[in-house]
């Protein structure tokens, strides 16, 4: 059973358009997080949700909305794609320790590869 | 600013030992992770470290010394799987995961 799931694996747009990515965890985490890993291999993080609250939120586009329909899932919704969107996109969840949510390690998805032309 | 400072590139051959370094400059320090990530997959936890010293995991160790702002990952016994980045994150003290590039480890027969 895939602990992370994320789809699309593979997607591929003109700019201009908007596009979701969806992500599902199965392990009973509190905590979800969307990263982007650009071509340079950087692991940025842009939003982190705690029990469908956002709890980080990265200096990132407006364009860029997460959604948490409940703690299991936590969406990506990208308005308006420009080139510089092309990246791979991770989603990640982990479990949370009060006062010390980050501690435990965190279970990444396979990834989207969103490429923008 | 808060920085991750790691090799970009490694080159090491099959059945050798490698040392990975990661030197950090954060605003407090909650731990350190090491990940491996295979080119094309997603990034795999390896091991945390929060108190100084070295914790050992079969083929795979990470040593921490807080006052120098410094790890290393020592890989034994090279295998041609362990061909992958391997990226070194700090928690700040805000809890923020704090991430390096990342080191390219090639491995040659």
């Known amino acids: 059973d895939t602990a992370v799931s994320q789809t699309p694996k593979y997607l591929v747009t003109q700019m201009g358009n908007d596009k979701s990515i969806k992500c599902e965890q199965n392990l009973g985490h509190d905590t979800m997080y969307w990263y982007k890993q650009d071509s340079k291999k950087f692991l940025k993080i842009m939003f982190s949700y705690n029990n469908k609250e956002l709890i980080i939120n990265e200096t990132?586009?407006?364009?860029?909305?997460?959604?948490?329909p409940d703690k299991a899932h936590l969406n990506l919704h990208i308005n308006s794609l420009e080139l510089g969107d092309s990246a791979v996109y991770f989603c990640a969840s982990s479990l949370l320790n009060q006062g010390a949510y980050l501690v435990n390690e965190q279970f990444f998805g396979p990834g989207t590869r969103l490429t923008v032309l | 600013g808060q920085n991750i400072d790691q090799p970009t590139e490694m080159t090491a051959t099959e059945g050798a030992i490698v040392q990975i370094n990661c030197t950090y400059q954060t605003s407090g320090f909650n731990g350190l992770f090491w990940y491996q990530q295979h080119a094309g997959e997603a990034p795999t936890f390896l091991s945390y470290n929060v108190l100084?010293?070295?914790?050992?995991?079969?083929?795979?160790?990470?040593?921490?010394?807080r006052s120098k702002g410094y790890s290393y990952l020592l890989l034994k016994e090279l295998q041609m799987k362990d061909?992958?980045?391997?990226?070194?994150?700090?928690?700040?003290?805000?809890?923020?995961?704090?991430?390096?590039?990342?080191?390219?480890?090639?491995?040659?027969?």
């Not at chain 1, 990132?60 to 948490?68: A, E, G, I």
């Open chain 1, 60 to 68: 990132v586009p407006n364009r860029f909305s997460p959604k948490s």
């Open chain 2, 83 to 109: 061909s992958a980045s391997y990226l070194c994150a700090v928690i700040d003290s805000n809890y923020q995961l704090i991430w390096g590039a990342g080191t390219k480890l090639i491995i040659k027969p």
């Open chain 2, 52 to 65: 100084d010293g070295l914790e050992e995991k079969g083929r795979f160790s990470s040593f921490l010394s």
